[in-house]
């Protein structure tokens, strides 16, 4: 049995997928303003914002959890709109060797679909698929949605 996994959403979102990249790729950090129930602080560690190379620490909540991920802007592809977020450090890497996160922001007419792609290498067998982090995600652009098109 393969230890290694990925999982991969679309969802559909009203903002425009440059606003949406946008803060992914270079203002990580306004997530504690855009869901503070989710997202306590994000630091810079190295780097700058909105750079590759740069390493971004997050403060989040899961379940009423706190956990801690530092992560390294390993690409961003300004013309597909992407960025790859690689984890270095953290609760993450307590149960999985390696872990990435890709988001990508693509036009679709008057909206913007959001993919969401993690690629992961579990500990051993018994660690589970990362649903929970997955979803929280996901829902995370749903609220980044919402705080961008009432803005």
Excluded at 52 to 73: C, F, L, M, Q, T
Excluded at 104 to 110: A, D, L, M, V
């Amino acid at each position: 049995m393969s230890l290694e996994g990925k999982l991969s959403a679309e969802i559909l979102i009203v903002a425009p997928h440059h606003e949406h990249h946008g803060v992914w790729s270079g203002r990580p950090h306004h997530f504690s303003n855009v869901s503070p129930g989710k997202i306590k602080k994000v630091h810079l560690h190295e780097g700058d914002w909105g750079s590759v190379g740069s390493v971004i620490e997050w403060h989040y909540v899961i379940d009423g959890k706190d956990h801690v991920a530092k992560e390294v802007v390993e690409s961003i592809d300004e013309e597909n709109k992407a960025v790859t977020f690689k984890v270095i450090d953290g609760d993450l890497l307590k149960e999985y060797k390696s872990f990435k996160a890709i988001v990508q922001s693509i036009p679709k007419g008057e909206a913007t679909l959001v993919r969401w792609t993690f690629e992961y290498e579990k500990l051993n067998k018994d660690i589970p698929h990362p649903f929970k982090v997955f979803e929280f995600v996901v829902h995370l652009s749903e609220e980044l949605d919402d705080h961008l098109v009432q803005a």
